[in-house]
């Protein structure tokens, strides 16, 4: 075994949760660094093969144990008489070294166990715990009737939505052009869309076409076009405004010939 490691068979039990006390023996003896630790061998705390209780059966106090020797031993190590006591117990090995082992202290004449750091902290941890889940127990009871009130309102909102939904969806199945409600951040952004185009095309015109440019280009296009019109207009029949210049020329040619006649 190395130097200073506690041997496997010296074991502390873990007694953290019990609590011990002699009425008869405090009111007939009291407490005073002399007679703690003989009040502390009654307990069930006490280790009986300690080097205090060997030399308590050699003949000295059990506050004294022998300097040396292997072993288990209690110490005083703290005192607030009458009220508060602390014991040390450690394990001295044969070169000297010791190591705690655990502490215990009297508070009124009741012994307990001091816990370690660890269980210190995992306690403290489970009472926090306990007080948040406790605190949330008590808001949800009192935020109860707010979520009775506003579960109807939505779920009348969801029910409203699946039905627009619905309706869409069947206009999309029988291929109907469905418009969309347009908003005012839409109609901005397509005025945007429109002055950036206008903005560009001042910039860069785009080119007219080499055909309008041609000197002849007006005048063919016109008498194409006239051409056309007349081609589409059909001749007017013979009706009085024609029949008129007939009988004008007719009458006409009779003066002449009657003159000629003559």
Not at 193 to 222: C, S, T, W, Y
Request: a neutral charge; aromatic letters at 6%; glycine letters at 10%.
């Amino acid at each position: 075994m190395a130097s200073g490691q506690v041997p496997s068979h010296i074991v502390t039990e873990d007694l953290t949760g019990t609590c011990w006390r002699d009425d008869l023996w405090l009111g007939a003896f009291g407490l005073h660094h002399g007679n703690v630790l003989d009040y502390f061998s009654l307990s069930p705390f006490y280790d009986r093969a300690c080097a205090n209780e060997r030399g308590f059966l050699a003949g000295k106090p059990r506050a004294q144990p022998p300097a040396l020797g292997e072993g288990v031993e209690y110490l005083l190590a703290d005192s607030q008489p009458p009220h508060l006591f602390i014991l040390r117990k450690m394990y001295r090995a044969v070169g000297g070294t010791i190591t705690t082992l655990a502490f215990y202290y009297i508070l009124d004449g009741s012994i307990y166990q001091a816990p370690s750091l660890q269980a210190a902290l995992l306690a403290r941890m489970q009472r926090c715990m306990f007080n948040l889940k406790a605190a949330f127990r008590d808001m949800q009871r009192d935020l109860a009737p707010l979520s009775l009130v506003s579960r109807p309102l939505c779920l009348c909102a969801a029910a409203s939505q699946q039905q627009e939904q619905s309706a869409l969806e069947r206009e999309l199945a029988a291929g109907r052009d469905v418009p969309r409600a347009t908003t005012a951040a839409d109609r901005e952004q397509q005025q945007r869309v429109e002055a950036n185009i206008r903005h560009v095309l001042r910039k860069f015109p785009l080119p007219m076409p080499a055909a309008l440019l041609e000197p002849g280009a007006a005048a063919g296009g016109g008498g194409g076009a006239q051409q056309v019109k007349a081609e589409r207009d059909p001749s007017p029949g013979p009706g009085p405004a024609a029949a008129a210049p007939s009988a004008t020329a007719t009458a006409g040619g009779g003066a002449m010939m009657s003159a000629a006649g003559g």
